[in-house]
């Protein structure tokens, strides 16, 4: 059974940066859908953005038009873990974080399409 754990949540100032990371254990997660959700109290759990492979050791990624040009995701198969880069962050980012993993042919912006999730992080972002 794969499990994912985030790390590296914290409180920033707007303007600010963050690199979550998401590991894997229990087996490889190379060819699984790799995103990071983010939710707010009373919210429903909002698609941030996915890493997709699509042949070989290529990957593509799809963002939400809220980060687009502001977060990055990256992964690193060797070490079986993905990574979302946070840039210019806002007060409208402060969310927790959820790494997710699915098997599903396509990049599904819904959150019911992933069978793997880690526990969250905490993201605030406040002056």
């Known amino acids: 059974q794969v499990q994912l754990v985030e790390s590296g949540g914290g409180l920033v100032a707007p303007g600010g940066s963050l690199s979550l990371s998401c590991v894997a254990s229990?087996?490889?997660?190379?060819?699984?859908?790799m995103a990071w959700f983010r939710q707010t109290p009373g919210m429903q759990r909002e698609f941030v953005g996915a890493?997709?492979?699509?042949?070989?050791?290529?990957?593509?990624?799809k963002y939400a038009d809220s980060v687009k040009g502001r977060f990055t995701i990256s992964r690193h198969n060797a070490k079986n873990t993905v990574y979302l880069e946070m840039n210019n962050l806002k007060l409208e980012d402060t969310a927790v974080y959820y790494c997710a993993g699915t098997t599903a042919s396509n990049t599904p912006l819904s959150p019911e399409a992933y069978t793997l999730w880690g526990q969250g992080t905490q993201v605030t972002v406040s002056s």
């Open positions: 229990g087996g490889p997660t190379s060819r699984y859908i």
């Open positions: 890493s997709t492979r699509i042949g070989g050791n290529v990957y593509t990624t």
